[in-house]
């Protein structure tokens, strides 16, 4: 599909860059400060403020011509990228605009997750998706492989006019690439009561409720870990260019991971799946209490990368459970919960680490993944029949 083949393409550059902007910033915050905390705040501050776009201004998502918004996203994301590279901004305030961007996250992500959602229908959108979820790994497994050598060969600054550039490039694909859709039919007199009356009634449908959560406890916790291998790899003495490498493991996991899952299982196996990789998922950071050497802890990082594949069994009883006119609102908030919490995550256990030690901060986030599994449907609530 010429529309699925555009959205794939600029999401997977628009991601790379956002990982090259991640460890630019949070490698300058912690040769700045010191801070464990300020490190893993700065990893996850692309996170947590997207609660406000997708609880407010979700609706957009189906309100708005897909095109104009997703273009204006990765324009915005330009602007920001620019603002950090070339003015003379303190951490904080550079902190704030990068909040401040992932606040309209939700709005055009749920515009292109609607998009794709159209286009790919039953099995081939589950496909699809593993297809997007193996070039976002790739993608972040280059930024982060090249992250660390980037700011050293060229410096933050330097490293975030990439960043620009490629969200520019991304909005160019999007604007030349993808039909221009006429807009879905506006539903209701205004974008923040349509948006809060419909978050309430997927969060009131509790088959709905479960398969958000599931979604996005475990990658909230797992991320709480990733977000202190700076940290991690200063208190160990590693030398400073295994902190691309530790960084780089997990997606480079998370690839192998979607692949199999994604194309070499059926759909029923998938379900079945859910739990046990949730278990991969968390186990392997918990293994980080007995301080194992440098390639063990890769190792590691990469097998509980693969763990987020447990997402593939849930997402076709997703698109199913949820109404077709909200689709887009819909996709709006399972990213408006994954990443937020995603961004609390590391903040929480950034906080763990302050007040004891880090490798105990990663090993508690591991153990909290594994936990998260209890909550995971069984195999039988995956069947369509149980999808009302």
Known sequence: MPAFRVL?????????????????????????????????????????????????LGSLADRLRPRPLIVTGYLVECAVALALATLPL?????????????????IFGGASSRLVADVLTGDAYVLGRSVSTMASGGAQLLGLA????????????????????????????VRFGLSDLSAPP??????????WSTNAGLLA??????????????????????????????????????VGLLLACSPAGMLVGQFAIGRLMPPALRTTLVRPLILLLGLPP????????????AALMAASGAGFSYSLGLQRAFVDAVPEANRGQAFGLLSTGLMTLQGVGPVLFGAVAQVSQIHWAIALAGVTTVATALIAPRNRDHFPSQIQ
């Open 8 to 56: 794939f393409l600029s999401r997977s550059l628009a991601i790379g860059a956002d990982t090259l902007r991640i460890v630019a910033l949070s490698v300058l915050v912690f040769t700045a400060t010191g801070s464990a905390w300020l490190s893993a705040v700065t990893f996850g501050i692309g996170f947590l403020p997207q609660v406000l776009g997708g609880f407010l």
């Open 90 to 106: 303190p951490i904080w305030l550079s902190l704030v605009l990068v909040a401040a961007v992932a606040v309209g996250t939700p």
């Open 286 to 297: 918990a293994m980080f209490a007995f301080n194992p050497p440098l390639m063990v802890c």
């Open 205 to 242: 449908d509790a088959w709905v409720r479960r398969l958000l959560l599931v979604h996005w406890l475990p990658c909230a916790f797992a991320v709480g870990a990733e977000a202190l291998l700076v940290a991690y790899s200063a208190e160990r003495g590693f030398p400073p260019a295994t």
């Open 146 to 173: 090249i992250g660390g050598a980037a700011v050293a060969a060229l410096g933050v600054h330097h490293t975030l006019l990439v960043t620009a550039g490629c969200h520019l490039v991304a909005g160019f694909i």
């Open 186 to 195: 506006a539903a209701g007199p205004s974008a923040v009561r349509q948006s």
